[in-house]
C-alpha cells in the first residue's frame, strides 16, 4: 500500500487564499480553478488520547456511510471516501462553490499500543468516529514503592 504525502501548507495557502479575496472584494466565481474537480480535499480531524484508547473524529458532511471505507494495514489507519455531487456543475449557475468535491485520502500512522483487533467506528450526523482501544498492556500501572 502507498501512503500519500501532501504537503499541508499548500492547503493552508490556498484557505488565506481565499479569505483574502473575499476580503478584498474580489470574486473568483468563474475561474476554473476555484472549483475542486480533481476531487483532491481532506476531511478536517481531531486525535485524541485518554489513558484507555485513541480517538480520530473526521468531518464528513455530506457523505454516506456507505462512500468511506476505513483500512488498517502495517500500523497505518486509511480512511478514503468520496462526497459526490448532487448534479452536473454548470459554472452559470452558482454564484459561489466553496465546498470541495470528489474522493479524499487520509493516512495516519498508529502506534503499536493499540488493540487493532477490537477498534471500531462510527458514522453518525457527518462525523466519523474511530476509536482505537489500547492494549492492556499499554495502559499505565501504579507501582507500590516498598520502605526497606
Known amino acids: 500500500m502507498a501512503i500519500r504525502r501532501t504537503n499541508p501548507l499548500l492547503s493552508e495557502l490556498s484557505g488565506v487564499t481565499g479569505r483574502l479575496n473575499r476580503l478584498l472584494g474580489r470574486d473568483d466565481l468563474l475561474e476554473h480553478e476555484g472549483i475542486s474537480g480533481a476531487g483532491d480535499w481532506a476531511p478536517a480531524v481531531d486525535i485524541l488520547e485518554t489513558d484507555g484508547e485513541m480517538t480520530i473524529k473526521a468531518e464528513l458532511p455530506g457523505i454516506e456511510a456507505k462512500d468511506v471505507t476505513i483500512s488498517l494495514d502495517n500500523n497505518v489507519l486509511t480512511l478514503r471516501g468520496e462526497r459526490r455531487t448532487d448534479r452536473e456543475i454548470s459554472h452559470e449557475n452558482y454564484h459561489r462553490m466553496e465546498?470541495?468535491?470528489g474522493s479524499f485520502y487520509?493516512?495516519?500512522a498508529i502506534p503499536a499500543f493499540v488493540d487493532v483487533e477490537n477498534v471500531r467506528a462510527e458514522f453518525r450526523n457527518g462525523l466519523l468516529t474511530i476509536t482505537l482501544p489500547k492494549k492492556?498492556?499499554?495502559k499505565g500501572r501504579s507501582i507500590e514503592v516498598n520502605a526497606a
Do not use: G, K
Request: proline share 0%.
Open 136 to 138: 492492556d498492556s499499554a
Open 106 to 108: 487520509r493516512s495516519f
Open 99 to 101: 465546498r470541495a468535491y
